[in-house]
């Protein structure tokens, strides 16, 4: 994913913006990383370079867990506990 | 949205997973052809910013991708989207960018668009009144729309009603029998539609 993406992005949800960027892995372009909406608390992986902004219907645990337990040292406090639609404390 | 919607949803993603490795295959030349006389109806810039809504494997980003800085494509299925990076690196388009999205829950700001293409999209939605006003609202004032109805899934009647529903500006690209769907050209006036 290209950095400068993130100037048109807003939640697909509440369409709320700026919304931010957490990088973890980058070469040419952003490899692995995570959008943070910080109205709703959503986050979006970035994975294997192309972000998924999905609604939460769409999205299964079973795939955003590992993401966010793989990333954990990495990942705002807020998002591991608090973070929509899956966080590690629930 | 109701469950049955999103059920429906799923089922999309599963459908469009499995047939990624073919997709190009069953669907390149009647796609390639079908956009070929779309383009020869508008004129892109190279400035715009384009969104291709349903991207699929990427067709259309190998028509256009050296005309425009800034080309974003957008699919629900994880599967074409691999294949259309794939094809993003072999041939180096770099103004594309690829995100896993679904069309009636945009991750865009509003009136962003130069141009937005939502190509044999709108015969998948449960939802179309949504699935075009999402699409309207990520589109700048002054911009082009082209939304096409496959004619499998719409009667012509029935599809240019569903563009009247939106108080849409818009002309049918007359296009030959061997073009599957119907193709509409709309001119997007977000003042007068909100009159």
Known sequence: MKKKLMDILACPIDKFYPLELYVFEEKEEIVEGMIVCPKCSRWYPIREEIPEMLPDELREEKDEKPFLQKWKEKIPIKILNEGKPFNLKG | ?195
């Open chain 2, 1 to 195: 949205m109701p469950s049955a919607i999103w059920r429906k949803k799923r089922r999309i993603i599963r459908h469009y997973d499995r047939l990624a490795s073919t997709y190009d295959t069953l669907y390149k030349e009647e796609q390639d052809r079908k956009i070929e006389h779309i383009l020869s109806h508008i004129q892109l810039k190279g400035s715009d910013l384009v969104l291709d809504a349903g991207c699929g494997t990427g067709f259309l980003f190998r028509h256009i991708y050296k005309q425009v800085s800034n080309l974003i494509g957008v699919d629900l299925s994880n599967g074409l989207l691999r294949v259309a990076l794939q094809h993003v690196k072999t041939y180096g388009m770099e103004s594309v960018s690829l995100i896993r999205a679904d069309v009636d829950h945009l991750p865009f700001k509003q009136n962003v668009f130069d141009n937005v293409f939502a190509l044999t999209l709108l015969q998948n939605s449960a939802t179309i009144n949504i699935t075009v006003q999402e699409i309207l609202r990520t589109a700048k004032n002054g911009s082009t729309v082209v939304l096409t109805g496959l004619k499998k899934g719409f009667s012509k009647k029935r599809f240019i009603q569903t563009l009247r529903k939106e108080r849409l500006t818009f002309n049918m690209i007359p296009a030959p029998a061997s073009v599957k769907d119907y193709l509409a050209l709309c001119s997007i006036d977000h003042k007068a539609k909100n009159k």
